[in-house]
T-cell receptor
């Protein structure tokens, strides 16, 4: 049973437009959420995170929104750039339960020039 | 600059061979992890370790074993490689008691013929 789901395996966006990547979770114990970015033949790198006490966290072009009642989070990239083309993984942890990350299946973002 | 180093970026092995994948971190992290990444399946946890000489099974431990003789080093062993173990292997580390944020190595692409 997948506790963290990214239902869109791929997303294609025009350069300069907004990219919205979605993630749903089922475990109500999750209270910390992270997004990782992965280029081919490289390890994932941390992008942005959000604690469950917040509903929004912003870092430059990247904003993560959390809707706890819907158990849904999204990553917004504005404006999208060709260098943003990568696989994005959503991950969640329960801070009081060992801090193990549970990952979603990933969404491949393609930003077209 | 924090670093997780995986010994081999690319390996090609034959079915039945023994395979060692080594990982070293220089951040004095207590936790170390081995994941494999396959298209559409996200990151799946093979084994993890909270301390030297400790190991715990992840979601897909079958066909793998691990060794952690020193805090900074975590090895993944395939006793008898099979073609379904062809994958990207990712090592990661984290602080104990933190948010669960993982620091990843660059990955080892293993092909089993």
């Amino acid at each position: 049973d997948q506790q963290v789901k990214q239902n869109s395996p791929s997303l294609s966006v025009q350069e300069g437009r907004i990219s919205i990547l979605n993630c749903d979770y089922t475990n109500s114990m999750f209270d910390y959420f992270l997004w990782y970015k992965k280029y081919p033949a490289e390890g994932p790198t941390f992008l942005i995170s959000i604690s469950s006490i917040k509903d929004k966290n912003e870092d430059g072009r990247f904003t993560v929104f959390l809707n706890k009642s819907a158990k849904h989070l999204s990553l917004h990239i504005v404006p999208s750039q060709p260098g943003d083309s990568a696989v994005y993984f959503c991950a969640a942890s329960a801070l009081g339960a060992g801090n193990m990350l549970t990952f979603g299946g990933g969404t491949r973002l393609m930003v077209k020039p | 600059d924090v670093k997780v180093t995986q010994s081999s970026r690319y390996l090609v092995k034959r079915t039945g061979e023994k395979v060692f994948l080594e990982c070293v971190q220089d951040m004095d992290h207590e936790n170390m992890f081995w994941y494999r990444q396959d298209p559409g399946l996200g990151l799946r946890l093979i084994y993890f370790s909270y301390d030297v000489k400790m190991k715990e099974k992840g979601d897909i431990p079958e066909g793998y074993s691990v060794s952690r003789e020193k805090k900074e080093r975590f090895s993944l062993i395939l006793e008898s490689a099979s073609t379904n173990q062809t994958s990207m292997y990712l090592c990661a580390s984290s602080f104990q008691g933190g948010t669960g944020e993982l620091f990843f190595g660059e990955g080892s692409r293993l092909t089993v013929l």
